[in-house]
T-cell receptor, first 113, second 117 residues
C-alpha cells in the first residue's frame, strides 16, 4: 500500500519552462488536492478534485493547471514557470462522505531560476 | 471564507515539560472538523489529532490533547512530557462539513516548536 506518491521530489526549472508534478494514490480516494507551502504562509490550496473529470480552483490557482482523468492520478501542470512558483508542493487525498483523515504525499521541492 | 490563525510563530519547551500551541479560527458554520498536523524536518505531513465540532469532549492521543472551545473558536494543542522527537512545525487546519464538495483544508501559518534537552 503506497499511499500518495509524488514525483519528482526535487526539481529545478528555468523561468518559462513547463513541467508536470505527478501525484498518484492507490487508496481509491475520491478527493485529491494540491497545496503549496511557502515560509510563513502555511499551506495554500491550488486546485482540487472530488472525482474523475471534476476539478476546481483553490486559493492560489494562477499559473497552474490540473486534470483528473482517473481516480488514481491528479497531475499538476506549471504552464510557464516563474520564480514566484518556487515552493514546496504537496498532494493530499481523502475519501469523501465522512471524516476520514487526509493522506499527504512527501512533497516536491521546486526551484525556478 | 474560513480563516485559521496561529499567533505563535515559534515556541520552545524543555524536554519532559508541557507546552500548549494556540489556534483560533473564524467560521460561520456549525459543523466542521479541526486538525493538528506535525511536519518534522523530513517534510512529511503527519496527522497528530482531530476534533469533530459536534463533540464536546476534547480529543486526546497519548501525550497530545486539545482544548476545544467552540464558542470562542479556539483549538489549542497541549503536548505533555515533551520529547526531542516532538520538535517540528505544527499546523492547525480546518474543514467544514456543510456538504457538497467541501473537503478543502484551510491551514494556519504554523508554529515552529523547539524541544531543548
Amino acid at each position: 500500500n503506497a499511499g500518495v506518491t509524488q514525483t519528482p521530489k526535487f526539481q529545478v526549472l528555468k523561468t518559462g519552462q513547463s513541467m508536470t508534478l505527478q501525484c498518484a494514490q492507490d487508496m481509491n480516494h475520491e478527493y485529491m488536492s494540491w497545496y503549496r507551502q511557502d515560509p510563513g504562509m502555511g499551506l495554500r490550496l491550488i486546485h482540487y478534485s472530488v472525482g474523475a473529470g471534476i476539478t476546481d480552483q483553490g486559493e492560489v490557482p494562477n499559473g497552474y493547471n490540473v486534470s483528473r482523468s482517473t481516480t488514481e492520478d491528479f497531475p499538476l501542470r506549471l504552464l510557464s514557470a516563474a520564480p514566484s512558483q518556487t515552493s514546496v508542493y504537496f498532494c493530499a487525498s481523502t475519501r469523501t462522505g465522512a471524516n476520514y483523515g487526509y493522506t499527504f504525499g512527501s512533497g516536491t521541492r521546486l526551484t525556478v531560476v | 471564507a474560513q480563516t485559521v490563525t496561529q499567533s505563535q510563530p515559534e515556541m520552545s519547551v524543555q524536554e519532559a515539560e508541557t507546552v500548549t500551541l494556540s489556534c483560533t479560527y473564524d467560521t460561520s458554520e456549525s459543523d466542521y472538523y479541526l486538525f493538528w498536523y506535525k511536519q518534522p524536518p523530513s517534510r512529511q505531513m503527519i496527522l497528530v489529532i482531530r476534533q469533530e465540532a459536534y463533540k464536546q469532549q476534547n480529543a486526546t492521543e497519548n501525550r497530545f490533547s486539545v482544548n476545544f472551545q467552540k464558542a470562542a473558536k479556539s483549538f489549542s494543542l497541549k503536548i505533555s512530557d515533551s520529547q526531542l522527537g516532538d520538535a517540528a512545525m505544527y499546523f492547525c487546519a480546518y474543514r467544514d462539513n456543510s456538504g457538497g464538495s467541501n473537503y478543502k483544508l484551510t491551514f494556519g501559518k504554523g508554529t515552529l516548536l523547539t524541544v531543548n534537552p
